[in-house]
């Protein structure tokens, strides 16, 4: 990284002392999108001359490579490096659980403004009565935003379970029928990735980093315009096909398998 002090004087002596240096960040051309041309400016500026200490970049993915080429990184310096969990351990977790006749919504993050919570509770109280009879929404989290959350709480069919740890998290993972990450901002979205070992369907937002890479609309899942209860709630209303549910679920399985740990093991081996 290079948001710090103290990381930004190990580049330098690196540089001095000629270690190769690899730099890995997360940010998102999405998060530039609302800033003042001023602030887009001074970061062009910064990355100028950290460029000029850095051998390469590592691309996590394609939101991430926007990022750095909107800061002017050349590409030869620019190398793929995909953001990946261990596969291995969530699939091994995997169980193919016969699913209720509901449809089961997740959202597993914390309860924060930047990963906007309210607004799926809203989008899901605005599905039809018959829809939401036919459905559930688990709220998985805990944060700044549960007391709030939980007075909006209008359906009998919505739940909160509170912080639960990644060994626990597997069985909401498996039980679910579709995943939801409705994000403000974010950088990349790892729990992305966890869900998708499980083949499920993924819905997010449209400024959610890995959706570029990791979804794609009516195939494993929706993208939604950011932070509009409408579309999102149209993207709910289209859940209510299990079979359909099960093919996207089994493309998330397909995608995710390529995003492992030994192909970015290989990458950054070449990389070196």
Known sequence: GYESFSKLIIIII????FLKVLIRGESSHYNLMNQKKILITFKKFFFYFLNIFTNYFLVIGKSNYKFYKKMNINNIKLKKLYYVVDNNFFQKKYKNIKKKRKIIFLYASKLIERKNPELLIDSFNSLPANLRKKSELIIVGDGILKNSLTKKKKDKN?????FINQKEICNFYNNCDVFILPSKEENWGLVVNEVMNF????ICSSVVGCNLDLVKNNFNGNIFK?????DLTKKLRSCFNKKKLNKFGKNSFAIINKW???YAVKQFEKII
């Open 14 to 17: 690196s540089k001095i002392f």
């Open 158 to 162: 919505i739940f909160f379970k509170g």
């Open 226 to 230: 950011n932070n509009n209860k409408k």
């Open 260 to 262: 492992n740990i030994d």
């Open 199 to 202: 083949k499920k369907p993924i």
